[in-house]
């Protein structure tokens, strides 16, 4: 088993084609909307259909605030590496940086003959990658002037720049064994794709990179573990990716924790939008949270019962230097309408407790606003969800369910009879609630607590809320469970899905007005 303790990323990687330019920037914009880290595409210069992926991705960074970009891999024979360089740290500098840059050694050499590109061997292009590698850090370094002499790319005393925002990844696709030692010697990440190297690959793949950088007297982490992943959420789970988000969850968490994969980019198409959400929303979090607690396992229980302050928050000042503006640039939490289906009540709502006040004089940088928005764009995810199971219980009850409509919103196994299509999706809805609820409970929860004592109360209730919730939850289950034997249980499901629509939209509400404001502040999540 090996994990090198890389923090874990997710993101995706989008089509190319100009014929869904707009699509493909309505993706990228969507990735970092859902609370995902990077977005990249593929560079093909040669392919006439294809945009091409510098341009590409300098409209994405301009849309964005806060995600990454880079190619996914950059083709090095119709780049001059000179060239890659300075436009990797330029837009990297307009980016605030936020730029990483994927790099090949070329493939389809016809292709690239026929723009105007050199045609090399295996071994060449091997060295022609060795010697970019030592071109571009040489122009990202601060040297006076900047010498390579190689084979096929030289430097002959060229003044370095412009100089990035940050250090800029350089992470190389490539599978062969050659190529592994290149990587382990020279690349900062190694970026395979899972449709051409399967999980099963990964160990003899890692333990040549692995090799290489010893003999090269670097350490094994100083290489990012990527994967570039296709897959899809049906399925029986015997295969990889292929089953419901719980699958997705265990295998992804597995390869980080036994392979050291810390990056997982998903291959999204046109229109994928389905896929993106559940990605981010109910893989992304769950594999954060399977691995930090597989990474805290060792810890003894004397230190696991210390509320520990992150580093990040410890060295933090209590709230940004104060600067007069007003927090309306915050995340706009959902208003509770007040609307109530359901003649029970499970809480009193005028006992709930409220935080500290905000003080209305502080800035909140992006990236800081960002946090608060991420909650209720996870919280909308679950309200659109609720509404949509709520229209299937209005269909069953009417007898109009249509089928075909049915599977489309599932999206998980077939199912002929209405209402085992129902019971599946409400199954599947209250997972989802369940995995939500539990990343709270055990990461963000203690980490408000630690870094606000003042919000200690708030915490608590909420937290005694999800018990509440996942109570509820166990009705919806128990009425489904009926409803097989007796298609009139319909009844019994509404009469549960009501009191879940009521204690789920109500804690949702009070969760976005306790927290946006505080999560914005020591953005903990």
Not at 255 to 278: C, K
Not at 363 to 370: E, V
Not at 418 to 447: A, K
Request: charged share 25%; hydrophobic share 40%; aromatic share 6%.
């Amino acid at each position: 088993m090996t994990d090198y303790g890389h923090d874990l990323r997710f993101g995706t990687f989008l089509p190319a084609e100009a014929a869904t330019a707009a699509e493909t920037l309505r993706l990228a914009v969507r990735t970092e909307e859902l609370g995902l880290d990077m977005t990249s595409v593929q560079d093909h210069p040669y392919q006439a259909r294809f945009l091409d992926a510098w341009t590409l991705l300098s409209v994405v960074a301009a849309h964005t605030e806060r995600i990454s970009v880079f190619p996914n891999v950059a083709n090095l024979p119709l780049r001059p590496p000179a060239v890659l360089a300075r436009a990797a740290a330029s837009l990297d500098l307009l980016s605030g940086g936020r730029v990483e840059l994927g790099l090949g050694a070329g493939a389809f050499w016809d292709a690239i003959a026929g723009m105007g590109g050199p045609r090399r061997s295996a071994p060449e292009s091997m060295r022609a990658l060795a010697e970019a590698i030592a071109v571009i850090r040489a122009l990202w370094g601060s040297d006076r002037s900047a010498r390579v002499d190689g084979e096929h790319y030289r430097l002959q005393g060229t003044h370095p720049g412009p100089g990035a925002a940050h250090d800029i990844g350089i992470w190389v696709g490539g599978y062969k064994p050659r190529m592994l030692s290149l990587i382990g010697r020279l690349a900062d990440g190694w970026l395979p794709s899972s449709p051409y190297l399967p999980p099963d690959q990964l160990a003899e793949a890692n333990r040549r990179i692995d090799e290489a950088a010893a003999g090269a007297g670097r350490r094994p982490e100083d290489v990012r573990r990527l994967y570039n992943i296709a897959g899809t959420f049906r399925g029986d789970g015997r295969e990889f990716l292929q089953g419901p988000p719980k699958v997705w969850v265990e295998q992804l968490a597995e390869l980080a924790v036994t392979e050291g994969t810390s990056a997982f980019i998903l291959m999204v198409p046109a229109g994928g939008d389905g896929d993106l959400e559940r990605f981010a929303l109910e893989v992304a979090p769950a594999v954060r949270e399977l691995v930090a607690a597989e990474r805290a396992r060792p810890a003894s229980r004397e230190a696991a019962a210390i509320p520990v302050v992150p580093p990040e928050l410890a060295e933090r000042p209590a709230a940004p230097p104060a600067e007069r503006v007003r927090n309306e640039t915050l995340a706009t939490p959902t208003p509770d309408d007040g609307t109530r289906r359901s003649s029970i009540r499970l809480w009193d709502e005028a006992e709930r407790p409220t935080g500290p006040a905000s003080d209305p004089t502080i800035r909140y940088s992006s990236r800081q606003r960002a946090s608060g928005q991420h909650l209720i764009d996870v919280h909308n995810h679950l309200r659109q969800e609720l509404a949509q199971l709520r229209d299937l219980v209005d269909q069953v009850e009417a007898g109009a369910l249509d089928l075909g409509r049915a599977r489309s919103i599932i999206n998980t196994m077939t199912m002929r009879q209405n209402n085992w299509t129902l019971g599946t999706y409400c199954e599947s809805y209250c997972r989802v609630v369940t995995t939500h609820h539990t990343i709270e409970d055990v990461s963000l929860f203690p980490r408000l607590r630690a870094a606000d004592p003042g919000l200690v109360p708030v915490v608590d209730r909420l937290e005694a809320e999800h018990h509440v919730i996942a109570e509820v939850l166990e009705r919806v289950d128990g009425a489904l469970v009926a409803m097989v034997s007796k298609p009139e249980g319909i009844a019994a499901v509404r009469e549960a899905v009501d009191l879940l629509t009521d204690t789920l939209l109500s804690h949702l509400s009070y969760e976005e007005r306790a927290l946006v404001e505080p999560l914005s502040r020591y953005n903990v999540m």
